[in-house]
């Protein structure tokens, strides 16, 4: 089965660049997307289509995706880009996540 | 504005049975794909099922396959996911969520939680 690997934890200071990986076979080749989930809250869109923002997502939320890895970016992290983070993408006809990955901001 | 809300939160005991569902407003329900995604205490994202628009096809994780159901009400705009022999491993917060133009969930509901124990 297709599976998408995560770094259990990334760290960052406010202000600077976080950058969050995810990765899987050929996963440039498919769609990516990216939720945001704070605790008790429902998973919440920050990238889709590999790099498109929803509306309501700010400007320093970024996505890329090529090859084996997607990548999030959130530059001049705030304190409130503190979460868990999950990849998504579609493999065949199932839906596949990523084992999340919780964004410190120090 | 888009809103799903879950209901049907329970305890049941193993072996049990729950049914959620999901009521959706603010979009034209019958024109998507609708799907249950599960969160167990403390871990990840698990994608559990799916139903086209007009309910004629539908996908399951292999780990539910044969004990869970979904099914849809478009003239009621509502999702359901009846849960049969239910096990501990099943105890998580069911989300129902919309699935997007590029395969993307683009909203969630509030998530209910359904707790198996003796």
């Known amino acids: 089965s297709y599976e998408l690997t995560q770094p259990p934890s990334v760290s960052v200071s406010p202000g600077q660049t976080a950058s969050i990986t995810c990765s899987g076979d050929k996963l440039g080749d498919k769609y990516a997307c990216w939720y945001q989930q704070k605790p008790g809250q429902s998973p919440v869109l920050v990238i889709y289509?590999?790099?498109k923002r929803p509306s309501g997502i700010p400007e320093r939320f970024s996505g890329s995706n090529s090859g084996n890895t997607a990548t999030l970016t959130i530059s001049g992290t705030q304190a409130m880009d503190e979460a868990d983070y999950y990849c998504q993408a579609w493999d065949i006809s199932t839906v596949v996540f990523g084992g999340g990955t919780k964004l410190t901001v120090l | 504005e888009v809103q799903l809300v879950e209901s049907g939160e329970g305890l049941v005991q193993p072996g049990g049975s729950l049914r959620l569902s999901c009521a959706a407003s603010g979009f034209t329900f019958s024109r998507y794909a609708m799907h249950w995604v599960r969160q167990a205490p403390g871990k990840g994202l698990e994608y559990v099922s799916a139903?086209?628009?007009?309910?004629?096809?539908?996908y399951y994780a292999d780990s539910v396959k044969g004990r869970f159901t979904i099914s849809r009400d478009n003239s009621k705009n509502t999702l359901y996911l009846q849960m049969g022999s239910l096990r501990p491993e099943d105890m998580a917060v069911y989300y129902c969520?919309?699935?997007?133009?590029?395969?993307?969930?683009?909203?969630w509901g509030q998530g209910t939680l359904v707790t198996v124990s003796s």
């Open positions: 139903i086209t628009s007009n309910g004629g096809s539908t």
């Open positions: 969520a919309r699935k997007g133009q590029y395969g993307e969930f683009d909203y």
């Open positions: 289509q590999d790099n």
